[in-house]
């Protein structure tokens, strides 16, 4: 399956929802996840996300592997997202910023 990592937090941007073809982006207050059950691995919305913040499960970095359980643990409580929403008001100033893990509001 396909991962959200750390570059989507308090960015949002939301891009990704809207290509997916098996709805299985879930959205939390401040970061969204994908449901790995419903990932079938098609990639389309890695060019998507603004942020970089969509990696394979398979290829992630390692200071990301913790994310590979926090979409499979959070997208079984979050609801589905199926379209773009506005990006997080402050998205632009945290797109890139490192070690946002603390930020993530669950
Ligand atoms: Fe959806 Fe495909 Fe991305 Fe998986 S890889 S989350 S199925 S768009
Ligand atoms: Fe997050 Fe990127 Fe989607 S910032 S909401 S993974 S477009």
Redesign the pocket.
């Known amino acids: ?2 991962v ?1 990592t750390e570059g989507c937090i308090r960015c949002r941007y939301t891009d ?1 929802v809207e ?7 879930r959205a939390g207050p401040n970061f969204l996840v ?2 790995p059950d ?9 060019p ?1 996300c603004p942020a970089d913040a ?1 990696a ?1 499960a398979e290829d992630i970095a390692d200071d990301q592997r913790s994310f590979v359980e926090l979409n499979a643990s959070l997208s079984k409580q979050w609801p589905v997202i199926m379209s773009r929403q506005a990006p997080l008001p402050d998205a632009d100033d945290w797109k890139g910023v490192r070690d946002k893990l603390r930020h993530l509001v669950a």
């Open positions: 399956a396909y959200v990704c290509v997916c073809p098996t709805d299985c982006f994908i449901d419903e990932c079938i691995d098609c990639a389309v919305c890695v998507e969509i394979s």
